[in-house]
């Protein structure tokens, strides 16, 4: 999102310059702009859901 309003407080071609200065791509940049004119807020508690990513090593069966 911070990409995004950076971009559209830049104007016109924007989106490009921001991309080519932080090195990230255009549509990632674009869709920051989109979530930052919707006036989205951010959650300040979890990004994913619980549960996620790898099983912790003592859960897993010894062989």
Same mark, same amino acid.
Request: proline share 2%; aromatic share 2%; glycine share 20%.
């Given at each position: 999102?911070?990409?995004? &309003?950076? @971009? &559209?407080?830049? %104007?016109?071609? !924007?989106? %490009?310059?921001? /991309? $080519?200065?932080?090195?990230? &791509?255009?549509d990632?940049v $674009?869709?920051g $702009?989109?979530e /930052? &004119?919707? !006036?989205v807020?951010? *959650? *300040?508690?979890? *990004?994913?859901?619980?549960?996620? !990513?790898?099983k $912790? @090593? ?6």
């Open positions: 999102m911070w990409l995004g &309003a950076e @971009a &559209a407080e830049l %104007g016109s071609g !924007g989106v %490009g310059v921001v /991309a $080519r200065a932080t090195g990230v &791509a255009a990632t $674009r869709c $702009r989109t /930052a &004119a919707s !006036g807020e951010l *959650s *300040s508690g979890r *990004s994913r859901k619980p549960g996620g !990513g790898r $912790r @090593a003592e859960t897993h069966d010894e062989l």
